[in-house]
């Protein structure tokens, strides 16, 4: 008998922008008359959806031809279709889970390029995703940049660089964007050095720290949502998008700016501060604690924070055993857990990559 005949073509690719059905494959050709029909023709390949700021999913292949009375066998299943295009997205703001481990960490769960959602902690005093590679499995192409950096608390690591998605679950997913993978560390690992909170890798969401210098990742959110992040740790959610509280008090810079420091009932010091969602419990210079360092400063002190100017109280707290800053060497204050603890915070990536911080 005669060949059977060619599949039909597939579905074409949806197009870019709201995520649409995916496109079925077209039917196969029927397999020509014969004693022995020949096999029927491959499907045709089945289309992709369009996107609405995540992939569609896969379309269907094209149903195997089918063979005469006489004919051949039913032909293969078509394949995948192209990819769809990237499109847009129509949402204003959108929120993901946070969690506080040990009162002080907060954790999100996020998805590297497909694979498993993992912990990272949500860190305001510092620029760029950094993963411990053991938790990823996936291949995430070729390495487009290497450095070394390094935490406060005393890992240094060095990385290599890589274009990929990050998706925050619920369809929250971003535009390919550089993402850090640690290859080596000391002491000990990444995920080691995370141990308190659980997480393995910091989600570094600062626009002015600058290091280690790669993608904030909410600047790759698609449309309105990479205007800026809420981090209301009382309701327990991470919000994308404009701020929705109104009111409160912007200062410029985020996380670095400058305050107006008083220690109990002292006067009012200028000083440089980061407002650093991952820092626990802060530290504070020696010079504007009036303590030595390499020590705490004692229970029972009151630390106040002003606008640069000391007209307006941004937050105050009196320290306890457990909750008081470590007292450094060095010229630049770090708030630690405690100004977002005690009220909603919005850091803006407007001004690009000097931010403002809102206290709501």
Same mark, same amino acid.
């Given at each position: 008998?005669?060949? &059977? *005949?060619?599949? $039909?073509? @597939? =579905?074409?690719? !949806?197009?870019?922008? #709201?995520? %649409? /059905?995916? +496109?079925?494959?077209?039917?196969?050709?029927?397999?020509?008359?014969?004693?022995?029909?020949?096999? &029927? *023709?491959?499907? $045709?390949? @089945? =289309?992709?959806? !369009?996107?609405?700021? #995540?992939? %569609? /999913?896969? +379309?269907?292949?094209?149903?195997?031809?089918?063979?005469?009375?006489?004919?051949?066998?039913?032909?293969?299943?078509?394949?995948?279709?192209?990819?769809?295009?990237?499109?847009?997205? #129509?949402?204003?703001?959108?929120?993901?889970?946070?969690?506080?481990?040990?009162?002080?960490?907060?954790?999100?769960?996020?998805?590297?390029?497909?694979?498993?959602?993992?912990?990272?902690?949500?860190?305001?005093?510092?620029?760029?995703?950094?993963?411990?590679?053991?938790?990823?499995?996936?291949?995430?192409?070729?390495?487009?940049?290497?450095?070394?950096?390094?935490?406060?608390?005393?890992?240094?690591?060095?990385?290599?660089?890589?274009?990929?998605?990050?998706?925050?679950?619920?369809?929250?997913?971003?535009?390919?964007?550089?993402?850090?993978?640690?290859?080596?560390?000391?002491?000990?690992?990444?995920?080691?050095?995370?141990?308190?909170?659980?997480?393995?890798?910091?989600?570094?969401?600062?626009?002015?720290?600058?290091?280690?210098?790669?993608?904030?990742?909410?600047?790759?959110?698609?449309?309105?949502?990479?205007?800026?992040?809420?981090?209301?740790?009382?309701?327990?959610?991470?919000?994308?998008?404009?701020?929705?509280?109104?009111?409160?008090?912007?200062?410029?810079?985020?996380?670095?700016?400058?305050?107006?420091?008083?220690?109990?009932?002292?006067?009012?010091?200028?000083?440089?501060?980061?407002?650093?969602?991952?820092?626990?419990?802060?530290?504070?210079?020696?010079?504007?604690?009036?303590?030595?360092?390499?020590?705490?400063?004692?229970?029972?002190?009151?630390?106040?924070?002003?606008?640069?100017?000391?007209?307006?109280?941004?937050?105050?707290?009196?320290?306890?055993?457990?909750?008081?800053?470590?007292?450094?060497?060095?010229?630049?204050?770090?708030?630690?857990?405690?100004?977002?603890?005690?009220?909603?915070?919005?850091?803006?990536?407007?001004?690009?990559?000097?931010?403002?911080?809102?206290?709501?």
């Amino acid at each position: 008998g005669g060949e &059977g *005949g060619s599949g $039909g073509a @597939g =579905g074409n690719a !949806g197009g870019a922008g #709201t995520g %649409g /059905t995916a +496109g079925s494959g077209g039917a196969g050709g029927f397999g020509g008359n014969g004693a022995d029909g020949g096999n &029927g *023709g491959n499907g $045709g390949n @089945g =289309g992709f959806g !369009g996107i609405n700021g #995540t992939f %569609g /999913t896969n +379309g269907a292949g094209g149903t195997g031809g089918l063979g005469t009375l006489l004919g051949g066998h039913n032909g293969n299943i078509g394949l995948n279709g192209a990819t769809g295009g990237i499109g847009s997205t #129509t949402l204003t703001n959108a929120t993901v889970p946070l969690q506080l481990v040990n009162t002080t960490e907060p954790v999100v769960f996020i998805s590297l390029n497909g694979g498993q959602m993992v912990p990272v902690l949500l860190d305001t005093g510092s620029t760029g995703l950094v993963m411990d590679s053991q938790f990823l499995t996936q291949n995430f192409g070729p390495v487009i940049g290497t450095g070394t950096a390094g935490y406060a608390g005393g890992l240094t690591y060095n990385y290599n660089t890589y274009s990929t998605t990050v998706d925050f679950g619920n369809g929250l997913l971003t535009l390919p964007t550089s993402v850090n993978v640690v290859t080596s560390s000391s002491p000990g690992t990444l995920g080691n050095f995370l141990s308190r909170s659980g997480a393995v890798g910091v989600l570094g969401i600062g626009p002015n720290n600058g290091f280690p210098g790669t993608s904030s990742i909410v600047t790759a959110m698609p449309g309105l949502l990479n205007n800026g992040v809420l981090i209301d740790e009382s309701a327990g959610i991470l919000q994308f998008g404009p701020n929705t509280l109104t009111g409160g008090i912007t200062i410029s810079g985020a996380p670095i700016s400058t305050v107006a420091v008083q220690i109990d009932n002292g006067p009012l010091q200028q000083a440089p501060v980061m407002f650093d969602s991952g820092g626990i419990n802060g530290t504070i210079p020696s010079a504007l604690a009036s303590l030595p360092s390499g020590g705490f400063v004692p229970a029972g002190t009151t630390i106040s924070v002003y606008t640069s100017d000391g007209q307006t109280l941004l937050y105050s707290y009196t320290t306890t055993a457990t909750n008081t800053p470590f007292v450094t060497s060095g010229g630049v204050m770090n708030t630690g857990h405690v100004p977002f603890a005690q009220q909603p915070i919005y850091v803006s990536y407007s001004p690009t990559a000097i931010g403002t911080t809102t206290f709501n």
